[in-house]
């Protein structure tokens, strides 16, 4: 194995790697030997020269994205088998194959053991998002994992990671097709339809985490009037009218995601009379809302990104779940959601607490929510489990 550089942690700063923590802060560094380029692979010791982990080298708060607890080269073996074991996953979940299902996410970083990668799959489409340079640096590498791994069911693959990879000079390609040219496509979850533009649409394409939850909002939605807010394509809208809801109202602010939206009420529910769709800003259209509605949807976009503005996230939260305990019908369902990673189950707790007891509503919590098994999350790495929902009965 060639030399390569050395990353010598302080005294006391190897504990969370001793637990296998994935990550490598920059404040734990005592001294590197040799080079520390952005995306190297770098072997990491503790201050009495025993060795800890190998990983990706990068500039920033998390220093060193941890690949493997032992020595490795990262040869092609390597990622057949990470890729691999991720695929056999989907698998066992059942998954692959599925009639009713063929959109699922196939690598979850972390918790797949691949830090910085993320790859969605929408029926034979791969869709590929790296989050920091190691991986970019080895995206030929992983194509053909990928290929490899999957054989015929991948006929397309999708770079996407022009808003995810750190603004670095010399880093061109950022997205682009590696395999195929296929731009949008008509995928089944739980056996309803949807178009997705994985090119254009925001993430991957398409929410995949909230599969699981959607579901339940379709088992619950009979004979209520539903409300969807921060609907995006209308997920939980579909699923919300093919569970026998009497009104499906969906809100976004973007005049596209309603268009969306209406045009997947279409492909599930012909001239449907039970669906209407808003183009209107969330706050406002709680505001100012007559209607009296028994199931409530809120799933804003993420508040929080980073731990310095976890306060201000904190705070919008608790205004929009008071605004929908105060308007919601009595015995009501409220299914309420955080997709901020900074912001900690118990943090989301606290904040629709304090809403609830604003309102001055009784509350029942019914249902703890996170993401679906396959966005797995490593023990070792709870920060994996970004996704929080609760779904409360509110008297």
Same mark, same amino acid.
């Given at each position: 194995?060639?030399?390569?550089?050395?990353?010598?942690?302080?005294?006391?700063?190897?504990?969370?790697?001793?637990?296998?923590?994935?990550?490598?802060?920059?404040?734990?560094?005592?001294?590197?030997?040799?080079?520390?380029?952005?995306?190297?692979?770098?072997?990491?010791?503790?201050?009495?020269?025993?060795?800890?982990?190998?990983?990706?080298?990068?500039?920033?708060?998390?220093?060193?994205?941890?690949?493997?607890?032992?020595?490795?080269?990262? $040869?092609?073996?390597?990622?057949?088998?990470?890729?691999?074991?991720?695929?056999?996953?989907?698998?066992?979940?059942?998954?692959?194959? #599925?009639?009713?299902?063929?959109?699922? *996410?196939?690598?979850?970083?972390?918790?797949?053991?691949?830090?910085?990668?993320?790859?969605?799959?929408?029926?034979?489409?791969?869709?590929?998002?790296?989050?920091?340079?190691?991986?970019?640096?080895?995206?030929?590498?992983?194509?053909?994992?990928?290929?490899?791994?999957?054989?015929?069911?991948?006929?397309?693959?999708?770079?996407?990671?022009?808003? #995810?990879?750190?603004?670095?000079?010399?880093? #061109? $390609?950022?997205?682009?097709?590696?395999?195929?040219?296929?731009?949008?496509?008509?995928?089944?979850?739980?056996?309803?339809?949807?178009?997705?533009?994985?090119?254009?649409?925001?993430?991957? &394409?398409?929410?995949?985490?909230?599969?699981?939850?959607?579901?339940?909002?379709?088992?619950?939605?009979?004979?209520?009037?539903?409300?969807?807010?921060?609907?995006?394509?209308?997920?939980?809208?579909?699923?919300?009218?093919?569970?026998?809801?009497?009104?499906?109202?969906?809100?976004?602010?973007?005049?596209?995601?309603?268009?969306?939206?209406? =045009?997947?009420?279409?492909?599930?529910?012909?001239?449907?009379?039970?669906? =209407?769709?808003?183009?209107? %800003?969330?706050?406002?259209?709680?505001?100012?809302?007559?209607?009296?509605? %028994?199931?409530?949807?809120? %799933?804003?976009?993420?508040?929080?990104?980073?731990?310095?503005?976890?306060?201000?996230?904190?705070?919008?939260?608790?205004?929009?779940?008071?605004?929908?305990?105060?308007?919601?019908?009595?015995?009501?369902?409220?299914?309420?959601?955080?997709?901020?990673?900074?912001?900690?189950?118990?943090?989301?707790?606290?904040?629709?607490?304090?809403?609830?007891?604003?309102?001055?509503?009784?509350? *029942?919590?019914?249902?703890?929510?996170?993401?679906?098994?396959?966005?797995?999350?490593?023990?070792?790495?709870?920060? &994996?489990?970004?996704?929080?929902?609760?779904?409360?009965?509110?008297?």
């Amino acid at each position: 194995m060639s030399e390569r550089t050395r990353i010598v942690l302080k005294s006391g700063k190897d504990q969370s790697l001793r637990r296998y923590h994935p990550w490598v802060f920059s404040g734990a560094i005592k001294k590197i030997y040799g080079p520390a380029r952005e995306g190297i692979l770098v072997d990491i010791y503790d201050n009495k020269d025993e060795f800890l982990a190998s990983g990706h080298y990068q500039d920033g708060s998390i220093a060193v994205r941890v690949l493997s607890f032992h020595k490795l080269d990262l $040869n092609q073996e390597f990622w057949d088998e990470r890729v691999g074991n991720a695929w056999k996953l989907r698998q066992n979940l059942g998954l692959l194959p #599925s009639a009713q299902t063929n959109v699922f *996410r196939w690598i979850n970083a972390e918790g797949d053991g691949l830090p910085g990668l993320i790859v969605d799959y929408y029926g034979g489409v791969a869709v590929v998002q790296m989050h920091s340079i190691g991986m970019y640096q080895n995206l030929g590498a992983i194509v053909q994992s990928l290929k490899k791994v999957a054989g015929e069911q991948v006929h397309t693959i999708y770079n996407k990671s022009d808003s #995810s990879l750190p603004d670095k000079p010399g880093i #061109s $390609n950022r997205s682009g097709f590696l395999l195929g040219n296929l731009e949008k496509g008509e995928v089944l979850e739980n056996g309803y339809r949807f178009n997705v533009n994985w090119v254009q649409g925001q993430k991957t &394409g398409f929410f995949i985490d909230q599969r699981e939850n959607r579901k339940l909002v379709g088992e619950w939605s009979r004979d209520r009037k539903v409300l969807n807010m921060f609907g995006y394509t209308g997920g939980f809208s579909v699923y919300g009218l093919g569970g026998g809801a009497k009104v499906v109202h969906s809100v976004d602010s973007s005049g596209k995601a309603i268009d969306l939206t209406r =045009e997947h009420m279409e492909m599930n529910f012909p001239n449907d009379p039970r669906h =209407e769709a808003f183009a209107e %800003d969330a706050f406002r259209y709680l505001n100012e809302m007559q209607e009296s509605y %028994d199931l409530i949807i809120l %799933d804003p976009p993420a508040f929080a990104k980073h731990q310095n503005v976890l306060n201000n996230a904190l705070q919008g939260y608790k205004r929009l779940n008071q605004k929908a305990f105060e308007k919601i019908a009595s015995g009501g369902l409220l299914f309420t959601f955080s997709c901020s990673q900074a912001v900690s189950r118990e943090n989301f707790r606290k904040s629709v607490f304090v809403a609830a007891a604003n309102a001055r509503r009784k509350v *029942r919590i019914l249902y703890q929510l996170s993401q679906p098994p396959d966005h797995p999350v490593s023990i070792f790495h709870l920060e &994996g489990e970004y996704l929080k929902g609760l779904v409360m009965e509110v008297e």
